[in-house]
């Protein structure tokens, strides 16, 4: 008896789905702002093109240390889109639990709020493979443009308006794979990154 393949759906392609049945209905809503189903899908798209842009690859584990906002959102979809692992830090991490977290898992990269930034340094040193930090500053706006803000650490770090800026100015590469007849136009997002099923 044969087996059936592999579903090689992956938490972006649902958004993608959703965003295209429910373009325009609310899906995220916080206390200063609010987003739909279109507006999560193309702000999670210009992550997905940007943090390669900024050397995240298939495969790599990514720490996410961002409280309960937007961004979190963006980037838990756009790490599926990519292919990358998503690796959940507790807010509350500081010292040997952080560094912990961060050796133990492998994390290439990592996505912190600012205001968790000066716990890095006493930690970061022990981390050698930890080669990128995205630092996400209150305020920030989600399609913001340039701008930068610093990380008390090594390896490269990068603003999060800097990462959505380069996200938009990445050239489109492939049209959305669930474009169906009859519904309305969006911009092409990036490939699937997941292999295909053999």
Not at 3 to 8: H, K, Q, R, S, Y
Not at 135 to 162: F, H, M, N
Not at 174 to 198: L, Q, V
Request: some cysteine.
């Amino acid at each position: 008896m044969r087996e059936a393949p592999p579903d090689t759906t992956t938490l972006g392609d649902v958004l993608a789905r959703r965003a295209e049945s429910h373009h325009d209905a609310l899906f995220l809503e916080f206390p200063a702002s609010a987003f739909t189903f279109g507006e999560v899908d193309e702000q999670s798209d210009r992550v997905a093109q940007g943090l390669p842009a900024a050397g995240v690859a298939t495969g790599n584990h990514v720490a996410v240390m961002l409280p309960n906002r937007p961004e979190i959102v963006f980037v838990t979809f756009a790490l599926a889109r990519i292919g990358a692992v998503t690796v959940l830090v507790n807010t509350a991490y500081h010292g040997p639990a952080l560094r912990n977290v961060l050796a133990g898992s492998d994390c290439a990269a990592l996505i912190v709020d600012s205001r968790y930034a000066d716990r890095l340094p006493p930690v970061t040193a022990e981390v050698p493979d930890l080669r990128l930090t995205v630092v996400c500053a209150p305020g920030d706006r989600p399609a913001a443009t340039g701008g930068s803000a610093a990380a008390p650490q090594g390896g490269r770090t990068v603003g999060w308006p800097d990462l959505m800026a380069h996200g938009a100015a990445r050239p489109e590469r492939c049209p959305s794979r669930h474009t169906s007849p009859g519904t309305r136009r969006r911009r092409p997002r990036p490939p699937p990154c997941h292999p295909a099923a053999t």
